[in-house]
């Protein structure tokens, strides 16, 4: 499954996904990291294999996470350490993983999936920001980030519900934090009724 929400401190820390099932936040650092990871799994309670294991009744013997709506949960990182989700390890007594999906729930997800070609100089990353509550709310810091394992192309999956109208622009961060913007006016685009919205962008320098 492809690599997806990636996440970087620009430092020795980071995260990713691989599509709806599942994800992994890695620290490298001297001390713990704290963040809100944005994520494309489903919303509910998992369980952190990397210090626990699920139980028969859907529970877990170590540490827990909440998924919420918008696919994002907040972790602390220990020194040297990780968290690791997947949709197999629920961590709620109520909750069971599905045995088997149904091509209506892959059917059913929409969003979008962002692409923008940018070339970067060492220490620099690309994310999206949009006035959408999912994009940050034009919040630069928490803008969302793109996966450059395509480089130059700059890539993202992010859920959104159909039908939403968005308006986004590309931001570039270098690892002080320091933000630019893309030149031009906003884009916009909007989720179709099935399926993702495919936008292929390039930098406006």
Do not use: M
Request: hydrophobic share 35%; with cysteine; glycine share 12%.
């Amino acid at each position: 499954t492809a690599v997806t929400n990636w996440w970087s401190n620009g430092n020795n820390a980071i995260a990713f996904g691989r599509g709806s099932k599942g994800y992994v936040a890695i620290n490298h650092e001297s001390s713990a990291v704290t963040q809100t990871f944005q994520t494309s799994l489903p919303a509910g309670t998992y369980c952190d294999v990397q210090h626990g294991d699920p139980t028969s009744g859907g529970g877990c013997t170590g540490t827990t996470y909440t998924v919420g709506a918008d696919g994002r949960f907040t972790a602390t990182v220990g020194a040297n350490d990780a968290v690791a989700l997947y949709v197999g390890a629920s961590g709620g007594a109520t909750a069971s993983p599905t045995p088997t999906p149904t091509a209506s729930s892959t059917s059913s997800a929409t969003g979008a999936s962002f692409a923008v070609n940018a070339t970067t100089t060492y220490g620099q990353n690309i994310f999206v920001a949009g006035d959408n509550a999912a994009l940050g709310g034009w919040d630069t810091a928490k803008a969302l980030p793109l996966s450059s394992a395509a480089y130059p192309v700059w890539k993202l999956d992010v859920a959104l519900p159909a039908g939403t109208t968005f308006q986004y622009k590309y931001i570039r961060k270098d690892a002080s934090g320091a933000v630019t913007w893309e030149s031009g006016s906003n884009r916009t685009a909007t989720v179709p009724s099935s399926g993702q919205v495919v936008l292929n962008d390039t930098w406006r320098p």
